[in-house]
């Protein structure tokens, strides 16, 4: 069982940035497939970026493209993922979810945003741009 805890986000200003962090602690320390989700209220939870097991691939939302960046890194036991949010615009208000494949397939480019392959998920933390 893997335990998901994320942290930073809070308030930010358009155009301005912030960023996001989730660990990941498992007793094996292997990597898995990682990703950064999202929800406004009253709409759907949507994917913003993922990253292979490796870390070798990167995927990213049309919306973030070019303004988010995510990112992995691994110590003994324990799995980071960052996700650094820059140029923020009021749109990427919302609640943001890390989630964690296992099961699943490996990730590409045609299925990264399929939220059934991510296993484990984290609690979510919030991020609000307001000027």
């Known amino acids: 069982q893997l335990q998901l805890v994320e942290s930073g986000g809070g308030l930010g200003k358009p155009g301005g940035s912030l960023r996001v962090a989730c660990v990941v602690s498992e007793r094996t320390g292997s990597t898995h497939s990682m990703a950064w989700f999202r929800q406004a209220p009253g709409k759907e939870r949507e994917a913003v970026a993922a990253v292979t097991g490796s870390g070798d691939a990167a995927f990213y939302a049309d919306s973030v493209k070019g303004r988010f960046a995510i990112s992995r890194g691994n110590a003994k036991n324990t799995v980071y993922l960052h996700l650094t949010m820059n140029m923020l615009k009021p749109e990427d208000t919302a609640v943001y979810y890390c989630?964690?494949?296992?099961?699943?397939?490996?990730?590409?480019?045609?299925?990264?945003?399929?939220?059934?392959?991510?296993?484990?998920w984290g609690q979510g933390t919030q991020v609000t741009v307001s000027s």
């Open positions: 989630a964690v494949g296992v099961f699943g397939p490996a990730l590409d480019a045609t299925n990264w945003g399929n939220s059934s392959i991510y296993d484990y």
